[in-house]
Antibody, heavy 117, light 111 residues
Framework: QVQLVQSGAEVKKPGASVKVSCKAS????????MHWVRQAPGQGLEWMGW????????NYAQKFQGRVTMTRDTSISTAYMELSRLRSDDTAVYYC??????????WGQGTLVTVSS | NFMLTQPHSVSESPGKTVTISCTRS????????VQWYQQRPGSSPTTVIYEDNQRPSGVPDRFSGSIDSSSNSASLTISGLKTEDEADYYCQSYDSSSYWVFGGGTKLTVL
């Protein structure tokens, strides 16, 4: 069965960077785009971008361009999302989600990133 | 980029039917598929409708989706409401540059 297992919660100071991992299993990792979506406390879902695990190609939401980097390591079927220059309003649960036919059919469990001085 | 606008909240009684709207700000709603996700508190979202009106396996046929080009909006309709349907619902679509957008979410209360 498809599983996306994310790394654990992080606490970071403003200005720092965070790197969240998403280990995939149960399918061919390079066969499906991986998206990253975040959700601030009590707020809605916000799309951050996607990575094509086969080519490494990426597409980022304008809001995060210049601050986000999505990468992958195909040898261990893991996708990564790194967000830099963190601010307090980056405090959120960050999800990876696998695309299937233009829907996010499989989601990780979420990683809480807290930005606080 | 476009926006997707949803009502903040809706409420209805068990057994009734509720419809949640999702209006696209620019570009045609029909030009790119719309998906709907359900999110219960403390859980990751799950798909209830994809490609405007398709239900994933396991989603009951009480859930249906549609689009209306005249209002440039999509709708999620849930009939025969059950208390277990109480959740947040998000619409999602994308544009020709493969930028994805989520609606702001609608809190459904079944009372």
């Amino acid at each position: 069965q498809v599983q996306l297992v994310q790394s654990g919660a992080e606490v970071k100071k403003p200005g720092a960077s965070v790197k969240v991992s998403c280990k995939a299993s149960g399918y061919t990792f390079t066969g499906y785009y991986m998206h990253w979506v975040r959700q601030a406390p009590g707020q809605g879902l916000e799309w951050m971008g996607w990575i094509n695990p086969n080519s490494g190609g990426t597409n980022y939401a304008q809001k995060f361009q210049g601050r986000v980097t999505m990468t992958r390591d195909t040898s261990i079927s893991t996708a990564y999302m790194e967000l830099s220059r963190l601010r307090s309003d980056d405090t959120a649960v960050y999800y990876c989600a696998r695309e299937v036919e233009r829907q996010l059919a499989y989601w990780g469990q979420g990683t809480l990133v807290t930005v606080s001085s | 980029n476009f926006m997707l606008t949803q009502p903040h909240s809706v409420s209805e009684s068990p057994g009734k039917t509720v419809t949640i709207s999702c209006t696209r700000s620019s570009g045609s709603i029909a030009s790119n598929y719309v998906q709907w996700y359900q999110q219960r508190p403390g859980s990751s979202p799950t798909t209830v409708i994809y490609e405007d009106n398709q239900r994933p396996s396991g989603v009951p046929d009480r859930f249906s989706g549609s689009i209306d080009s005249s209002s440039n909006s999509a709708s999620l309709t849930i009939s025969g409401l059950k208390t277990e349907d109480e959740a947040d619902y998000y619409c999602q679509s994308y544009d020709s540059s493969s930028y994805w957008v989520f609606g702001g979410g609608t809190k459904l209360t079944v009372l």
